[in-house]
């Protein structure tokens, strides 16, 4: 890695690029991960937890086009993209994205040579949706996959990201399951998996039934809830396959009963209301609100129920 990434950075337009390039690289990350290993595998007798987080392929959102690159991907184009008819700003995200397929696919090679990879299970995934930052648009590789909105938005395309899991002897190759899940059930599943109970107040469900192929034996959330409080604040409720979203929830009055969803706030912004069945409309392109105010009261119920002031 050090070569490769030294070569990228030779031309570095000065100093601070190249602080912040390395920053963005996670410079040393996926070694010092491979050293972690190393030493785990000394004494194979105690399991282990590992946390691995690569910064790649976010952007640096203070940069702009008056920045050394001209745009916040602060990654140089990889010879393989160069002769691509594409604009600069996705040829620095194309290579982001190959940094990271390289470093997780060194990592997992460093499982394969410790012995390790057949006793270890492996989880990948993402804690949001594709970005639009730093010049790079999510639009040009189709990195949302037909779903609707990015990162910040309560769209699917903004909440629904991948989640592999790789466990030898457990989970067979090429195995797709649909259960509903949220990142709150991760920890639940690591204890459920290291044979401890979660004693401290927790919203997760473990998902270690679907992993085992156990579909009978999983418990399902009631719904799911999100919260965001820019762009005007949003809030979303999944009861699958219902999707209720709030807009302008920070300026209008959400705990009004729905017949009053309509009054404006003292900023002039209505609350916007949207329902969407995301298993017949995935795009969540019909808003069906109107015609489901059975649906949209029982989920706005859920979505009070759920809300806490995080003051």
Not at 76 to 99: C, I, N, Y
């Amino acid at each position: 890695m050090q070569s490769e990434l030294a070569r990228h950075l030779r031309s570095a337009p000065n100093e601070n690029y190249l602080k912040s390039a390395l920053l963005l690289h996670g410079y040393g990350l996926a070694e010092d991960v491979q050293r972690y290993l190393a030493e785990r595998a000394k004494d194979r007798s105690k399991p282990f937890f590992l946390y691995y987080a690569p910064i790649l392929p976010h952007a640096n959102n203070e940069a702009d086009e008056t920045s050394p690159l001209g745009h916040g991907m602060e990654a140089p184009a990889d010879p393989a993209f160069a002769s691509r008819d594409w604009p600069a700003v996705e040829k620095a995200f194309a290579s982001a994205m190959k940094f990271v397929d390289r470093d997780v696919g060194a990592v997992m090679a460093q499982l394969k040579a410790l012995n390790l990879d057949e006793n270890t299970i492996v989880m990948l995934s993402s804690d949001n949706g594709p970005h639009s930052e730093g010049g790079h648009k999510a639009a040009f590789f189709q990195s949302s996959g037909g779903l609707t909105g990015t990162k910040r938005d309560l769209t699917e395309g903004g909440v629904r990201v991948p989640f592999i899991v790789r466990w030898p002897g457990k989970i067979k190759p090429g195995t797709i399951n649909e259960h509903v899940s949220g990142f709150q059930d991760l920890m639940p599943t690591a204890a459920d998996l290291a044979g401890v109970k979660v004693t401290a107040e927790c919203d997760g469900i473990s998902f270690l039934p679907t992993l085992l192929g156990n579909n009978p034996q999983q418990k399902q959330h009631p719904y799911l809830y999100w919260n965001f409080n820019e762009q005007g604040g949003k809030r979303s409720v999944l009861k699958w396959p219902w999707k209720l979203i709030h807009r302008n929830t920070a300026s209008a009055d959400t705990s009004a009963p729905s017949s009053a969803k309509k009054k404006k706030s003292a900023e002039g912004k209505s609350l916007i209301v949207e329902l969407f069945n995301v298993e017949r409309d995935s795009t969540e392109s019909n808003n069906i609100a109107n015609t489901n105010p059975r649906i949209v009261e029982e989920l706005t119920t859920s979505m009070q129920q759920a809300w806490r002031d995080p003051k």
